[in-house]
């Protein structure tokens, strides 16, 4: 236990760094990050488990923060911990500088997850605990006994996704997960109390959580606290530490900053900044600086972290040569390397609905990828998620033997829950849900796309097809929306998401095999309810690896292209037929993904799409979904959905709506002035 | 107060009609219709107050479903209401009928919100509880006294946006609102217990709201808790009911099929449906009827209500003469006609951000339409929303006489609450947020644009010139994506949303009065953070009411014509003065709504954008976003975004994106080869 002046000046010097920051910037958040300063102080230096020499050490505690626009209290602290120069932090929300205005994932220098989204960062390191109950169940408390810690303001309390994780993470019995809630009652916009009266602690023992309410500036109270969230007894565990925001800021006028919604999200301005700063302890002229006591607390708790992590690894080495193959499996799952599976074990009914095709893919997953989680929203038996769960049992409180999760209803919560299990590391994480739904997914799947976190979503129900639901269950212009993430690029210069939507039951299996090898980016996977009649005889399906190919049985030369993904490639064959009778010869493409195609090289692509040829594109979403392959111009028709769908049988849908060998024949007809 | 053995029949009734179409149709959802008949029944035939003969009475109660799955349910009831014959609902599910899968707004027979995504229902409830409340303050008790009523199930509490409404309508103290909870304990794979160990009935008082618990199958309870709900005493109402999912249910081998997961999601299936049929006193052999004393039960509650809604309108008639210019007022706010705004009256800064031109325009608004409410998810001082702000209060618990409504971080239940508020009547919503967090809205823009409800969206900080903050705030795909519902016809035939991006401040004031006379869909309204150059001296703003249009200034003859919507068209205009320099001739059109554009005579658009013209495209976002206006192929160039943003100042990200005058003049010299 550090002497608490020390501990003062540490925060103290947390809260320089952070206003400095932001001052320097001339853009920021410093008020927060003063008021979290001294409970982030005493994680760091006195709880917080890693190896200073390995930061992607599998056994060390996480650190999630929700609010990212914290992120000059996080850097500062990172900074007295040595993850960052004082340099570095000056540089501050610059160009190619490595603190951003809001953190990016960044393992190695302690930025366990990219945040800004508020409510997200709390959904991940949930997911995390998850992922480390998992591998506890499998590997072991001497490797797995870390904890999980997440950070989360005000308006992440407010956002409707703590509802999802509250109510997951009381039901799980997470118990790994400490939380401390920086409740500091100012928000962006007016003071919390204006939109916010609830009972924030009933509502988290209500959810079944431990509750321990704290001054958050007082470092007893914040160890006190600690401490008992330390021992595991059934029940994750929030913090709520009432903080003043600004903690410490004082006006032009030498008043009190503090508890002013005016800090929150500016620089404090020249007056008050330099007052703040001498209020603090430091100088407003050479304002980055770390102040001697607490290079020496730091550089202690570096040595104490040593001499800790040192026995950690003498044990887990011990472990290792006592099971020497749950070793092996470890560093293997831990490798973040695509799993060895043999795809020829999955068998392919004829005429499949594609969600069944999938199903039959995630049943082979389940026996084969032993850390491999699945979840769905509530609708294993209609996503076909089913067949990962009939192979394991589901997760449960006190029994994370199984490798099913259920989110219940709430998919932006499970989604961000997946993508920080596979954060966490050691795990590889699915989930389903209907199509459309996929929609509330959007922002996780963008954070996805950001950081490059490779989960796979499963969604199913793809198009107006689902029939008598109605439009509130029929996607149209989902496909084209979630494409556009095919087309963004991450910071690596990779497609962000790599998205499949696969012609037959075969096809299936190997956009199934390229998402499972896919561990840089998050692969989507798009799948028909209904059944579907298969490709020709002999198709080559590993052309599919190309992202758009010939189908079997086309002929050359040809008249026309017939282009689709999806269920629409059969459409597509069915009125090649009809065509081929009146001497239109037609080739038909199967396009699964767009992006992967674009990568291919240009001869091949010209290969498929000459240029110059006539092309047909049919989908059941918007035209605009097959613009980027199909084109737009005389050479050029799609035929796709204009409007929402409509509740009837999917086979009326199909006649009414135009998705029928007979239109094909029509359009392609008109198309070709024929 | 009926004979309880009738209500035990009506209630029966509606199970059997629900099973009956269910089975009929061969797909649809009859276990939980059985569970909840008694309750609705309970409310339809003694509680619910409403007009048979004037459907769309202001004064009425509303009664909005959360679970649209549950259709069958409301559809039973209100085929015994007289909104529906038993022939309509024997064709549910099928094509063209009045009767789809999930309900779908139709005010005329008693469906006041299209439902199906769960937990958006209850949002929409709250919103119009805000609505009844606002006008209430306005325009008196006498003609504002009625009860929201919303029926929610588990996947609803499950939802995230419970967390938004719950907080939201205790912090507001919505004493008109009363939601009845059919806590069934099964959902579509699991039983509840499986994702859910909370207490609820906890959680919604940590929230401010009464509970109620009570056995939502009995007849007395059910109406001792809705006498309870009646009276206001500041806070909304919650009645946990809990039910017997698929009540009456028999196997086919005569067993009971109560309680069980099957009976969710599908028929009951040729045995278990004439077992059920016939134990709830039904003819499996003719089903679809309404039993005399079921009949008389609601022909009484017809004639109860006519003299309930005479007393009410010779009272309404009385206050009207009183205060003729309150009820002038109320006239024509009901009547859902575009308000008149003397537009003359915005001052438009030169050189602004769209979002203090937006500003400006919601000042004029807040003191020209009294019926008008303006909303934001706690950024009003970043999205602007504040010029509204300042010229009203914010609605609060007991004084809702204000105009802002005061979201907090839920950028989702915002969404719906203003949709709520709209289908309610009365009142003209608006909201504001960042562009980036549209992603968390997109489930409620989808519904708003399916239902045709004319809500207002107000996106600011709209591409990477939000600068600092980084790319979790900086908006790329954002536009392409939204604008696919601007591609996305509604059952009207209309583009189901118009979007708009104005050029610069005097093009936003346009666009706000579009966005105001647009009574039909909703509008979204995007807007950028950094100031932006006015377009040339002697512009034609009103051209901006045909989508796209050439800007003043532009040479004719010309060489190239450079296209883009928002700030980019200013970054076009500097670089036109580049490429005139070297004799290069350039149109400029401005583009804030392709939608709008394609809407336009054929002979307008070639006006704009000649068959052949090389067109030059730039957009901060990805380059399909143009795609439509720019074409694809020799002829057309678009220099957009790739990749996610970055953190960095916003004029240095410029520079290093290629987002300037000497880009452009680079981009289109190489563009022409010149």
């Given at each position: 236990m550090n002497d608490n002046t020390i501990m003062q000046k540490a925060a103290d010097n947390i809260r320089i760094l952070a206003v400095s920051m932001v001052e320097k910037a001339k853009s920021g958040h410093p008020g927060g990050a003063m008021g979290g300063a001294d409970f982030i102080n005493v994680l760091f230096s006195e709880y917080l488990v890693y190896d200073p020499d390995q930061p992607?050490?599998?056994g060390r505690d996480r650190f999630f923060l929700?609010?990212?626009?914290?992120s000059p209290m996080l850097y500062s602290t990172l900074c007295l911990s040595g993850k960052f120069t004082l340099d570095e932090i000056q540089q501050?929300?610059?160009?190619?500088?490595?603190?951003?205005g809001h953190p990016e994932l960044n393992v190695e220098r302690g930025i366990e997850n990219s945040s800004g989204p508020l409510g997200q960062g709390h959904a991940i390191a949930a997911g995390a605990a998850v992922a480390e109950k998992f591998l506890e169940a499998r590997l072991?408390?001497?490797v797995m006994q870390h904890k999980i810690y997440a950070y989360i303001s005000d308006g992440g309390i407010e956002e409707e996704i703590s509802q999802g994780v509250g109510r997951i993470a009381g039901n799980l019995g997470l118990d790994n997960l400490i939380m401390f809630y920086?409740?500091?009652?100012?928000?962006l916009s007016t003071e919390c109390g204006v939109v916010m009266s609830e009972d924030t602690a009933a509502k988290y023992k209500a959810w079944g959580w431990n509750v321990i309410k704290i001054n958050g500036n007082d470092v007893d109270e914040i160890r006190k606290a600690l401490d008992a969230a330390?021992?595991?007894?059934?029940h994750p565990t929030i913090i709520i530490g009432h903080t003043m925001m600004g903690k410490g800021a004082l006006k032009a006028d030498g008043t009190s900053y503090e508890h002013?919604?005016?800090?929150?999200?500016?620089p404090l301005g020249d007056g008050a900044y330099i007052n703040t700063v001498k209020n603090l302890?430091?100088?407003?002229?050479?304002?980055f600086v770390i102040f001697p006591e607490v290079k020496k607390l730091y550089a202690d708790r570096q040595a104490e972290l040593r001499k800790i992590v040192a026995e950690r690894h003498a044990e887990e080495k011990k472990w290792a040569e006592e099971n020497p193959e749950k070793a092996a499996e470890m560093k293997e799952w831990f490798s973040g390397k695509a799993p060895k599976v043999d795809w020829s074990k999955v068998e392919q009914k004829p005429g499949s609905a594609t969600r069944n095709a999938s199903s039959a893919c995630l049943a082979e997953l389940a026996k084969q990828v032993p850390n491999m989680i699945c979840a769905s929203a509530d609708l294993s038996n209609s996503d076909k998620t089913d067949g990962f769960l009939k192979q394991t049992h589901s997760l449960m409180r006190d029994d994370?033997?199984?490798?099913?999760?259920?989110?219940?209803?709430?998919e932006l919560t499970m989604a961000d829950m997946c993508i920080g299990m596979m954060l966490h590391g050691g795990v590889i994480a699915a989930m389903g849900t209907?199509?459309?739904?996929s929609d509330y997914m959007k922002p996780a799947v963008r954070l996805a796309a950001l950081m490059g976190t490779p989960v796979k979503f499963i969604w199913t129900?793809?198009?107006?097809?689902?029939?008598?639901?109605?439009p509130t269950h029929e996607p149209v212009e989902q496909e084209a929306q979630i494409r556009l993430l095919e087309k963004l690029q991450n910071h690596k210069g990779q497609d962000s998401v790599r998205v499949f939507r696969p012609a037959d039951a075969q096809e299936t299996t190997v956009c199934w095999e390229m998402a499972m090898e896919n561990t840089e980016t998050p692969t989507a996977l798009i799948f028909s309810r209904q059944n579907i009649a298969d490709l020709p005889?002999?198709?080559?399906?590993?052309?599919?690896r190309k992202g758009a190919y010939v189908v079997a049985g086309?002929?050359?030369?040809?008249d026309v292209i017939l282009l689709a993904s999806g269920s629409e490639v059969s459409t597509l064959e069915a009125g090649k037929e009809l065509l081929e009778k009146d001497g239109i010869r037609c080739r038909v493409v199967s396009a699964p993904s767009e992006g992967l195609f674009r990568r291919q090289p240009a001869d091949y692509q010209e290969s498929v799409l000459p240029t110059g040829s006539k092309i047909f594109g049919m989908t059941?979403?918007?035209?605009?979904?097959l613009e980027g392959l199909?084109?737009?111009?005389?050479?050029s028709r799609i035929f796709g959905m204009r409007s929402f769908g409509f509740s009837a049988p999917y086979k009326v849908l199909d006649e009414k709506l135009g998705f029928t060998a007979d239109n094909v024949y029509k359009q392609v007809k008109d198309f070709l002035g024929k």
């Open positions: 992607t050490w599998a929700d609010p990212g626009h914290m501050f929300r610059q160009w190619g500088s490595p603190t951003p072991g408390k001497t920086d409740a500091n009652d100012i928000q330390q021992k595991p007894n059934g002013n919604i005016k800090t929150h999200g500016a302890g430091g100088n407003p002229d050479d304002p994370f033997t199984g490798a099913f999760f259920q989110a219940g209803v709430s209907f199509f459309v739904f129900h793809d198009a107006f097809r689902v029939g008598e639901d109605g005889a002999g198709n080559d399906y590993t052309l599919a086309s002929d050359d030369p040809f059941a979403g918007l035209p605009v979904t199909v084109g737009i111009g005389p050479n």
